[in-house]
């Protein structure tokens, strides 16, 4: 099946910093969706991209869906103590089981004050 | 407004013992998801439903089974659990596939098997 290869697997940062993370793929997508996980809980659906080329933000938050349809990324600017947690990216195509989400095996980031 | 609620928060269970997980969900979804998460391996889907009544196998189903009665419940069961099934399980709904909002998550349950 389809799989997803996030990069880095973690991150260790001191707070001001800007993060950058990014998923790759064999196949190509129609969506990618990037999601955080913080401790204890599920994961937040932070930014969704339908369109190759699309670049989004959303606050200090910008993801980019690749060109090719087969890759995305996230950054972060000006990191704060809350970003903390586990970002994972998803790729989704329609129809049938195509239509389920495929994830990344995540990318945990942590920040130092 | 609630979301997605999963019970238990956490369990632990002896080999061969049985379980069942209960997600609800309060938004009117019509799909609604089962992953598990495992240190390294991400979200794995293990069943879905596309609506009341219907259920269909994800990328890890062996070993469980569900039901989807009512459209907001979505049911997770283990019948003979082993310690491989040890994990961190997610319930999630959306409105539709490729909804722009995603899909939506419960906090997990944590389950352990001896």
């Known amino acids: 099946g389809q799989q997803l290869n996030q990069s880095p697997q973690s991150m260790f940062i001191q707070e001001g910093e800007d993060v950058s993370m990014n998923c790759t793929s064999s196949?190509?997508?129609?969506?990618w969706l990037w999601y955080k996980q913080e401790p204890g809980e599920g994961p937040v659906l932070l930014i969704a991209?339908?369109?190759?080329?699309e670049l989004t933000s959303n606050g200090r938050l910008t993801a980019q869906f690749g060109i090719t349809r087969k890759d995305s990324f996230l950054n972060i600017s000006a990191s704060i103590p809350s970003d903390v947690g586990i970002y994972f990216c998803?790729?989704?195509?329609?129809?049938?089981?195509?239509?389920?989400?495929?994830f990344g095996k995540g990318t945990k980031l942590s920040v130092k004050p | 407004n609630a979301g997605v609620t999963q019970t238990p928060k956490f369990r632990v269970l002896k080999t061969g013992q049985s379980m069942t997980l209960l997600c609800a969900q309060d938004?009117?979804?019509?799909?609604m998801y089962w992953y598990r998460q495992d240190p390294g391996m991400g979200l794995r889907l293990i069943h879905y439903?596309?609506?009341?009544?219907?259920?269909a196998k994800g990328e890890v189903p062996d070993g469980y089974n569900v039901s989807r009665l009512k459209k907001q419940n979505f049911l997770l069961g283990l019948e003979s659990a082993a310690p491989s099934q040890t994990s961190v399980y997610f319930c999630?709904?959306?409105?539709?596939?490729?909804?722009?909002?995603?899909?939506?998550f419960g906090a997990g349950t944590r389950l352990s098997v001896l």
């Open positions: 938004m009117n979804h019509e799909y």
């Open positions: 999630a709904s959306s409105y539709r596939q490729g909804a722009m909002d995603g899909q939506y």
């Open positions: 196949s190509i997508f129609n969506t």
């Open positions: 991209l339908y369109k190759a080329g």
């Open positions: 439903s596309v609506g009341e009544g219907t259920t």
């Open positions: 998803a790729g989704q195509n329609y129809g049938g089981s195509q239509g389920n989400l495929i």
